[in-house]
């Protein structure tokens, strides 16, 4: 398999090769590789939950499912919801394209990094995607005021986050959250994707159905494969009022549902009990995992309340040498993010799985990016600091930063007296890009900068030395400290729109894969990330386990 593997990512038209597609590479021989890359609960189904679905496999492949609106209707039983407010789909991401075609008009704001098809889906339609850069000098934090603003100064009509965000976990609370759709409720649609909330801790009641169930523009989006550890069965589902929840269901095929979805679903009644000691373990396992990490000299650890942890790599390693790496010479598949928009070659999202499996990666990683120096993935320091993102421009500005972006060259011209990014005209017009928003000098350092359609040449003789990196702090422990939540931000009142001569309106839908004007591409948005250090954190304690009714409503 050694010499075919970058081939077979390469090749793949998601972010990593199915299970099915190395095991054929391998020729069948041997048991797969241990699997840290997609966020599957590992301890759910049970083992004996296996065996009863293997005893009734012929029967369950053999023959037709019952209709989506039986099994939805069961699943709506088991979570105590009103089926007319929710519509199932072979997984989410059938829910996010029918959300797309059926609920975004024009234009969709979403955070990034996070779930690619979230940014994929609507340029694929045609739509206008709003892109706003989450910092890695604020660990990722989504700050919900900004954002608001961020939305209003484009003018956007669709506003999608993820609670916990993908690949950083990032959480946000249900206040700040219900404050935020209050915020939004001039907006066409209020996306809140809670495909990993069952693994979050943070709060005892931290889903916003509830809520969503009673405002006329919001849809959360919840998962069922990764919470049940069945990705391959597909299925999950969508809540809203019944007039969103209608349009959605009243598209979907009458089996859009297979039987092993229909036979999971009537199952969970009888096994809320191991399901609840499932996520209570996959939430110790995280803590124990992150403290692990972080004890790997270099290692960043970002604070997670998803069933993954993302982590930054050590200076000079690049992500695509230490996948192909990790999966050849120690038989591992991590999740390297330098294809997803916001994130870099840097960056690994790695599941949370049982500590026998966690000690296999600490060493892996420990052999592949610390080993004999010859074969090591973090070179010598006279090496420099190598670095592959997969995108031209990109590499070529990270060289010059050593890292820090766009922010960075800003920061260097403005004292070189050179004119900065803000003053570069938009690609092929020549025309300025419209003014940041005014922001607080408080919560400049975290939000998003304003960001040029070109990224501009500035003389290598202006630049300074690179600063050094700051390495990251130690990891407190294995059980850190309680966290305690943050106060919630007010949100700004809903506003009018901003006058056409200061937000021009674009004449007509923005073609697939070309950012709106003022918007941000691909490899800008790469561009601000940082590289400061954010030590590891987390939200240790147990909270009152759900019963087969709150499994849905519970975290």
Not at 253 to 270: G, Q
């Amino acid at each position: 398999m050694s010499g075919n593997v970058t081939s077979l990512f390469r090749s793949t038209a998601a972010h990593s090769p199915s299970m099915a597609a190395l095991a054929r590479e391998s020729g069948g021989a041997g048991a797969g590789p241990v699997d840290f890359c997609i966020p599957c609960n590992p301890y759910f189904p049970t083992p004996a939950m296996f065996d009863e679905m293997a005893g009734r496999l012929r029967d369950i492949i053999t023959y037709y499912p019952s209709s989506a609106d039986t099994i939805t209707a069961e699943l709506c039983s088991l979570l105590q919801l009103p089926p007319q407010c929710v519509a199932m789909g072979n997984g989410s991401t059938e829910l996010i394209t029918w959300i797309d075609h059926l609920l975004v008009r024009e234009s969709l704001a979403v955070p990034v990094p996070t779930f690619g098809r979230w940014t994929d889906q609507p340029m694929e339609t045609g739509k206008r995607v709003d892109m706003f850069p989450l910092q890695e000098s604020g660990g990722f934090a989504l700050d919900l005021a900004r954002y608001a603003e961020f939305v209003r100064a484009r003018g956007t009509r669709a506003v999608v986050l993820c609670n916990p965000n993908n690949p950083d976990g990032g959480y946000l609370h249900k206040q700040a959250l219900v404050q935020f759709m209050d915020a939004m409720a001039d907006r066409d649609l209020v996306v809140v994707d809670e495909s990993f909330l069952e693994f979050a801790d943070a709060e005892a009641e931290p889903s916003v159905v509830q809520e969503a169930m009673l405002r006329p523009n919001v849809v959360v989006l919840r998962s069922l494969g990764k919470n049940f550890g069945l990705h391959g069965i597909r299925f999950g589902y969508l809540v809203a009022n019944p007039a969103l929840a209608g349009r959605v269901r009243a598209m979907l095929p009458k089996w859009n549902l297979n039987s092993f979805a229909e036979h999971v679903v009537f199952m969970l009644r009888d096994h809320g009990t191991e399901y609840a000691q499932s996520l209570h373990q996959v939430r110790r396992d995280r803590l124990e995992m992150a403290g692990q990490l972080s004890a790997l000299p270099g290692l960043t650890v970002y604070p997670s309340q998803g069933n993954f942890l993302f982590v930054r790599l050590p200076v000079g390693a690049e992500g695509t040498v230490v996948r192909d790496r990790m999966l050849t010479e120690h038989r591992v598949l991590v999740r390297e993010c330098g294809n997803k928009i916001g994130s870099s070659s840097r960056f690994l999202r790695l599941v949370v799985r049982p500590q026998s499996d966690v000690r296999r990666l600490v060493s892996g990683l420990e052999e592949v990016l610390y080993g004999s120096r010859r074969g090591a993935a973090v070179p010598e320091p006279s090496a420099g600091t190598g670095y592959g993102s997969g995108t031209a421009v990109v590499d070529r500005l990270m060289s010059q930063t050593d890292g820090a972006g766009l922010r960075a060259l800003t920061d260097r011209s403005a004292g070189a007296g050179v004119p900065g990014p803000a003053a570069a005209p938009a690609a092929g017009t020549g025309t300025p890009l419209p003014a940041a928003v005014p922001v607080a000098p408080a919560a400049a350092a975290v939000g998003p900068m304003p960001v040029p359609a070109v990224a501009p040449q500035v003389p290598q003789q202006l630049l300074p030395p690179p600063a050094p990196v700051p390495q990251p702090a130690p990891y407190p422990g294995p059980v850190p400290a309680p966290h305690p939540a943050p106060a919630p931000q007010p949100m700004p009142a809903p506003a009018p729109a901003a006058p056409a001569a200061q937000y021009p309106a674009p004449p007509g839908p923005t073609p697939p894969g070309v950012p709106a004007r003022g918007g941000l591409t691909a490899a800008q948005v790469r561009g601000t990330n940082g590289l400061e250090s954010v030590p590891a954190t987390g939200w240790p304690g147990p909270q009152e386990w759900p019963n087969a009714a709150d499994m849905g409503r519970t975290g």
